[in-house]
């Protein structure tokens, strides 16, 4: 960043005593912030850093600015040049020296002196991570945005064509972990415009729940997902960094006592507990729905015009807090299952969140398309004839309870599917980006009325900057304390929300085909306001060298698995009868008579169990074999797009080319001169060595002397 100096990283540092506190402990918690920063300097100084610090935002908070000299950046650059070359990754021969280093892009020189100094002394760092026993009182170790690029960052996005950012200058910014979700998303918004315009045209002029549009749209999702899985890879291969893996930095918190079935242990000892909470949160979602659905529809007592809102207040009440508990428990128990590397802690967090968070978003639907729609009729007139007790509680006369068999009908609302479609693909969306871009200038201006009252102490504080310092720093120093106050962008956010997206599109679009199109005009401004949430509302991400978006991928191939189960089974209860290339179009109508016809009595029936257990039977069949449908389709599909995306690439043919000729070189370098001498002694060629055969003429000059 261009300023008085020039910074690569910021470390925040809180020595700031409690109020709290007595005299006496804010004396020994004074000192011990002493001791530590110095020992931080020290460490920062003799590791050949520049360090300096600066006054932050608040009495005791420290600002320390790190710059790192050009001759140890290159001995950095070089030192991880070689151990990517030993390890595999594609990237060129080692260097001899500093001065073959070519100029390092910002994310590279960022992630290089950040991993200098957070990564373990056995890994060639520091050590000095946030959060550790030692250092508890380092904050974070920020890096600054470059406010030039990201006036230019922002411009393309708002002034130009959708894919007109490149992935190398996201990726030269901000690192290859950004630059692949970026990547991502702008493939995925691309892809979004066949099933979006095959939407429109069956929402307008196509039937219900059609075969063919299922069809397409599972097949859709199964190519994107597979050409996705190749992309990422052709990607990594232009970014360096395919098999980043292999050179990933251990995690501070990591014990290497542990065996490897240790940790195996553990990680099977945190699936009970994820399966209680799930358990828990769908016995909440199913409650509340059957509440929600099929009681207060019959009610008619006192205060029934409201009592319609009490389910949306108990799940406003109990599922972020069930959810809040166990995020807090998935971080505690990922941790406690002590990974190694980053990567794989953020996977195993991220499949653990990604199950509750899926199951919030998905079960409601699900519950509706195969509970209440097919079988509401009979399950709210068995409800009623629960409370058909002729004891009931009367009000002026009158039961609390509808009892008329005939309105069951008109209580049910057939629009049910499609609202809830639109309030998860259009209200959420247009909630989320308000959550993203809106809310925080809200909480900013919040923030700053609460800090005026203490302007009079912030000036005070800072009352001395202006002999220090002139304008552009003073400057400078604000728009660094501010960024200091921004959170930490956090990629899974972003992921979730589009994995979410997708799984709507993917598995429940065949209820309202326009949910695409939905989709793809979110996607397009998602892509700018991301871009605009990263440069205004977060710090600036720390580049992480990565060559997949992880376990995300997973996560969208198990939703393709789950689009081709729920669509078939859609398609086979609720396909119209008009349509004669529908499978026993007439079944679900047939068992919801029925039941409705039973219902009042109490009494199911022989019959009416029959044709349910029937066509429960026949559902899950389908179910069965579009499952193992699907995995022969994906199972093509990847074949092909392994075939002919990735091995007629021509960044992969390039790599592979530029490979070898690497290796040639190396050992070319390596391999020395015809003859050498090596501690006085001349080592003889070999190649001359066998080139030459003295045998036959040893042979004929016997004949000769004879």
């Keep these: 960043m261009s300023g008085p100096t020039d910074v690569d990283v910021v470390i925040t540092f809180k020595a700031s005593p409690k109020v709290t506190l007595s005299k006496q402990q804010i004396k020994e918690d004074a000192a011990k912030a002493e001791q530590q920063y110095n020992r931080l300097l020290s460490t920062l100084n003799y590791a050949g850093l520049r360090a300096v610090a600066r006054r932050g935002e608040s009495l005791g908070h420290l600002l320390i600015f790190v710059h790192c000299p050009d001759n140890l950046l290159k001995n950095l650059a070089r030192r991880e040049r070689h151990y990517d070359f030993l390890n595999g990754l594609p990237t060129a021969a080692p260097v001899k020296s500093e001065d073959e280093i070519p100029p390092l892009p910002p994310s590279d020189r960022i992630r290089l002196v950040h991993t200098h ?7 060639g760092g520091l050590g000095i991570h946030p959060g550790s ?28 064509k959708l894919a007109s950012v490149s992935d190398a200058t996201v990726r030269d910014q901000f690192g290859e972990s950004v630059a692949l979700y970026f990547a991502f998303l702008k493939a995925y918004t691309h892809s979004l415009i066949f099933p979006a315009a095959l939407g429109t045209f069956y929402f307008f002029f196509g039937t219900p729940y059609s075969p063919v549009y299922s069809c397409l749209l599972v097949l859709w999702a199964t190519c994107f997902v597979e050409w996705w899985r190749v992309r990422e890879r052709i990607i990594s291969l232009g970014f360096g960094s395919q098999g980043s893996f292999r050179v990933e930095k251990r995690r501070t918190e990591y014990n290497p006592n542990f065996s490897w079935w240790q940790r195996e242990i553990r990680v099977l000892g945190s699936i009970p507990v994820v399966l209680a909470f799930v358990g828990a949160l769908v016995v909440v979602l199913t409650s509340t729905f059957v509440f929600e659905a099929f009681v207060t529809r019959l009610y008619t007592g006192p205060g029934h015009q409201y009592i319609g809102l009490s389910p949306t207040i108990l799940l406003a009440l109990f ?6 508990i166990y995020q807090t428990i998935a971080k505690r128990l990922t941790g406690w299952e002590n990974h190694a590397h980053h990567s794989s802690h953020v996977n195993s967090l991220t499949l653990k969140t990604f199950v509750l968070n899926s199951l919030v978003g998905y079960l409601p639907l699900a519950l509706s398309a195969f509970l209440y729609v097919p079988f509401g ?5 068995i409800v009623q004839s629960w409370f058909s007790d002729p004891s009931e509680i009367q009000v002026d006369g009158k039961g609390i309870w509808d009892m008329d068999a005939t309105m069951v009908r008109h209580k049910l609302d057939p629009g049910r599917l499609k609202t809830q479609m639109f309030a998860y693909t259009v209200t959420q969306q247009v909630s989320n980006t308000f959550m993203e871009i809106g809310l925080p200038y809200v909480l900013r201006a919040v923030d700053n009325y609460r800090k005026k009252k203490d302007s009079p102490k912030k000036k005070v504080v800072f009352e001395d900057e202006k002999e220090k310092g002139g304008q552009a720093e003073r400057q400078f120093l604000e728009d660094v304390r501010h960024q200091a106050s921004l959170p930490e962008y956090e990629l899974f956010l972003d992921y979730s929300e589009m994995a979410m997206q997708f799984g709507y599109v993917a598995v429940w679009s065949t209820i ?12 397009v401004f998602e892509l700018r306001s991301d871009a605009f949430k990263i440069i ?3 710090r600036r991400p720390i580049s992480v060298r990565t060559d997949t978006i992880g376990p995300w991928l997973e996560a969208l191939t198990f939703l393709t698995w789950l689009a081709a189960v729920i669509n078939t089974s859609l398609v086979y209860l609720f396909c119209p009868r008009s349509q004669d290339h529908c499978s026993k179009p007439s079944s679900i109508d047939r068992v919801h008579a029925r039941l409705f016809a039973v219902a009042g009595t109490g009494d199911i029936g022989e019959d009416s169990l029959s044709d349910t257990v029937e066509l429960l039977k026949m559902a899950a069949l389908i179910a069965f074999a579009a499952s193992h449908g699907y995995l022969l389709l994906r199972a093509g599909i990847r074949h092909l797009m392994e075939r002919a995306v990735y091995k007629e690439s021509k960044v992969v043919k390039d790599m592979e080319r530029e490979g070898r000729s690497v290796k040639e070189s190396f050992l070319k370098s390596v391999s020395g001169s015809p003859t050498k001498e090596v501690h006085g002694v001349q080592e003889v060629n070999t190649e001359a060595f066998w080139a030459h055969d003295e ?12």
Excluded: C
Excluded at 117 to 123: C, G, K, L, R
Excluded at 133 to 150: C, G, Q, R, T, Y
Excluded at 377 to 381: L, Q
């Design 512 to 523: 309202w085909p326009i949910a695409p199109l939905m989709a793809y005009i979110n996607n």
């Design 377 to 381: 009729e009979g399950i709210m007139g």
């Design 133 to 160: 026993p030692e250092w508890d009182l380092v904050e974070s170790i920020m890096a600054l945005h470059d406010k030039e690029f990201n006036d230019r960052w922002l411009h393309a996005w708002t002034h130009s």
């Design 695 to 706: 045998g036959l003429e040893e042979i004929q000059r016997i004949s000769k002397e004879a």
């Design 117 to 123: 100094i957070s990564a373990m002394p056995a890994d």
């Design 319 to 324: 599922v972020p807090r069930i959810l809040a």
């Design 536 to 538: 205004t509302h977060q």
